[in-house]
């Protein structure tokens, strides 16, 4: 019930609990003697008793408001009241007003009478605060003439309090007070302790408080020998500081209600050695106590919901129950309908309205609650000129947001019918359903992932099954179990276990599959082809992967298997070293025949039968040329990679098509212009060849040609993607299914697979708007630059506004060109001058000028710059001078913008220099009116 302050010079009175009446009682219990004076911390009177007026013989209407130097002068050395007594009011009280001492030692003074006598006097000072006054502190004193300050009469204490300009403070404060003198006897209880223990003031006042505990609060005390043993315990010990909490039983002249008490001994003044006892009424923190437990009790329920409306609807019936909010509802924000719309109301609330309302877009409190997400509260909402309905029979309310969901509205016929305490618990009552409604919606999330992973399952193109740690089976798709012998550690759908073999075809053990290595490992295995032999000895070919999955203490549980039958691959495989064998064959028989240069190549573009004219054309020896890589020839020579690139493509064009090619071209390997005549077959190229420089004198070297390149990223932007696509669900799906259950490593490793995912991505979206700069691109049309401009800077004003950005431009002008594609060629620029400011907010200059028929432009930023070393690397693909950690990005912004330069005719450059800035310059053509003007 209680428990002890272990220091007993503990303070007793702490600031912030005081309320003005506790500060002056305890003023007044250590100064109460003589007359009693109180003076404002600007040294003027503001209360003073009769045995003070009876002193200076003055009338209280003209001292009040007087300052204290009209009835006190301070006395210096010399006999009091005497001549040499000189009026120092600016020493009296100022000194002490502005000294934070609590001493209350006597002070000589003279009083001045109202005929202008002096009356040698003490004056005890104390300051205490007043929490509801606009002044921060008073002044209490207690003013005893000379000639009776050491009287062996005593005047009645607890008269004196009565009697006290102060007790009017101590009534009106919400606490219970009892003072007891050193005889533990009640020296004085005010009518606060009166009322919470159902006393009366005259029956207990000069009584042993032991025996009013035991005769008269053993019937209105929950357990009273518990309250008496402690209570009583501190008058046997009145060291130190007691505080406890005790409940006080209904009666006809008390009411139920807990209260906490609060003791301690006085030190000083008429009643040192005795105890000053106070109670404070905590009933309604009690209350809300309880109502704060069960409320946790019923979110526990809340929880339990199925769907959104049961959730409320659960919400609703606690909010009554438990929180005494008769009228309570529920609001969801719809989306579609753009409305907050009752989702739950509880009976009383569908009592009060025949049809609860609905808040569309802008409407009502409601509406401003949600969208600020700020609760409010109202003793008569009807004061607000957004209410929703002024004739509403509803007065109070409070309206709280539930997150992004909507709100919930409780309210109450009666005006200040709620409190802070209220909206305190109902703050946590809207927080504990947004949570239940994120757990709906994450199960249903969860639940509609979970069906979409059995869908993957249901329509994967390949065998996919899942393993536990002893090697069972536990999911397989159709595939899988359609697939004779696929190569998990057990059949999946076959009662005789087939015979693996490895790509070697030697016996693979089941200790050696794919899935037994993961689940050894801890590590995935990847690309391993194995054969599956049955009883007919009929085998079957596969392409399996296989990857682990940890549980939450890092051993592996689970072991998913994918697998592809490449039986027909590994058949045509066979076809084709037979076809390339008969066809080696052919070669050399007619090889010797062939009077014009020739040489064969494989698929893959490597030199396979070479005769000895196409060595000499080649300046190198037929054995040096068998085996090699056709570009490698050519690089060696050439100062370009356009031949290469160039007859590569036609070969590669012949293969595709299986059509017969004939082209023309300059070849620097053999310094002469060449005709070529490509024959493709299934196993390769056969190339003929001769030279024709003396009937075609051609100047130009071969043009750069990327359209490998552009083939390459367009497949690789297409047939990557899915793949791609699939590591990231997978990977998404072990974060979300066993996330909770990896330790960090695992959490780590997921993390960098995802950001390696996520790069990946960026990288073939990069590398797809590069490749397709030619291909799909728009006409050139007339284009307004500053249009574009404008566009590009709405779509980065966020960039631009975090950044402190500022964008300067000159006047810019009409080209033509590709609209989309300047607009990308300005972003790019845009986003690489914000990127490299360096530390300062960036500045950004746009000018442009006209030369010819062309407009030059410039985009100057005072970043960071570059060294002039790679000047040339940032206009090449994915080439980065940085560190992904001190800047973002995939190193193709520059090559884009060059590429669509290039696509318009112009060109691009770069001036830079290091800590100063950088200036990309490039050329577009004007629109041809203009030209024509010039």
Known sequence: MSERAESTDSTFWTAGEDHGGLAGYRALVELVDGGVVQCSADGRLVALDETFLELTTDARERLLGEPVSAVFDSRRD?????????????????????????????IPIDVRTADGDRIPCTIRLKRFSAADDDDPNYFVGIVDPVESAHTDEQPDQSLAIAQSPLSSVLEEADVGVFVLDSN???????????????LERSAVIGRDKRAVIAAQLEDRIADFSTFRDTVTATYDDNTYVEQFECRVLPGDDREPRWLEHRSHPIESGPYAGGRIELYYDVTDRRRRTYQLRRLNEAVTDWLEATSEVDAAERACHSLRDVL??????????????????????????????????TFERGEGIAWRVYESGTPEIYDDVRSDPDVYNLETRIRSEIILPIGEYGIIIAGSEQ??????????????????????????????????????????????????????????????????????????????????????YDADGDPLPPERTPAARALARGEPVIDVEIAAEDATGERTWFIVNAAPIFDAEGAVERVITVGEDITKLKTHQRQLERRKSELETELS?????????????????????????????????????RGRHLSEVYDESSDTESDADRIQQQFHDAL???????????????????????????????????????????????????ERLEQFAYAASHDLQEPLRMVSSYLRLIEQRYGDDLDADG??????????????????????????????????????????????????????????????????????????????????????AIEYSGDEPPKIDISSERVGSEWHLAVTDHGIGIESDDTERVFEVFQRLHSRDTHDGTGIGLAVCKRIVERHGGEIGIDTEPGVGTTISLTLPAVESDAGQE
Not at 184 to 198: K, L, Q, S
Not at 599 to 609: G, K, M, N, Q, V
Not at 675 to 693: I, K
Request: net charge negative; aromatic share 8%; proline share 5%.
């Open 415 to 500: 005006p200040g019918a709620f409190d802070r305490g209220d909206l305190s618990l109902l703050k946590i009552a809207a927080s504990s359903l947004e949570s239940t409604f994120n757990r709906i919606e994450n199960e249903r999330q969860l639940e509609r992932e979970r069906g979409q992973m059995e869908k993957l399952l249901r329509t994967a193109p390949v065998a996919i099954a899942v393993t536990d740690a002893d090697g069972e089976i536990v999911r397989a798709n159709r595939h899988a179990t359609d697939l004779p012998g696929f190569p998990t550690q057990q059949a999946v759908n076959s009662e005789e276990t087939p015979t693996l």
């Open 324 to 357: 005494d909010l008769e009228v309570n509802g529920v609001f969801r924000y719809d989306p579609d309908a753009q409305a907050l719309s009752p989702i739950a109301i509880s009976e009383p609330g569908k009592a009060l309205f025949d049809e609860p309302p």
């Open 184 to 198: 533990v006897d009640i020296a004085w209880i005010n009518e606060t302790a009166e009322r919470y223990f159902g």
């Open 78 to 106: 010399g006999e009091a009241g005497s001549d040499s007594t000189v009026s120092h009011s600016s020493e009296f009280p100022s000194d002490f007003l502005a000294d934070d001492t609590t001493d209350t030692e006597p």
């Open 589 to 625: 028989e007619i090889l010797g025949r062939i009077s014009d240069a020739f040489y064969a190549l494989d698929e893959d573009c490597r030199f396979t039968h070479v005769n000895d004219r196409a060595g000499a054309l080649l300046q190198r020896s037929p054995d040096e040329l």
């Open 747 to 832: 959490v780590e490793f997921l993390e960098y697979a995802t950001d390696g995912a996520d790069r990946m991505r960026a990288m073939i979206d990069g590398l797809l708007t590069y490749s397709r700069v030619e291909t799909q691109g728009n006409s050139l049309e007339p284009v307004d630059l500053e249009q574009v401009l404008a566009d590009v800077r709405e779509d980065m004003q966020f960039r631009i506004a975090e950044t402190n950005a500022e964008v300067r431009t000159s006047s810019l002008p009409t080209v033509r060109g590709d609209s989309d594609q300047l607009r990308q060629v300005f972003q790019n620029l845009l986003s690489n």
């Open 656 to 706: 595709t098509s299986q059509e017969r090619v004939s082209f023309e071209s300059y070849d620097a390997t053999a310094d002469a212009w060449l005709e070529f005549n490509a024959y493709p077959s299934e196993t390769g190229l056969s190339v003929y060849f001769r030279d024709v420089t003396e009937r075609k004198t051609y100047e130009r070297q071969l043009e750069a040609s990327n």
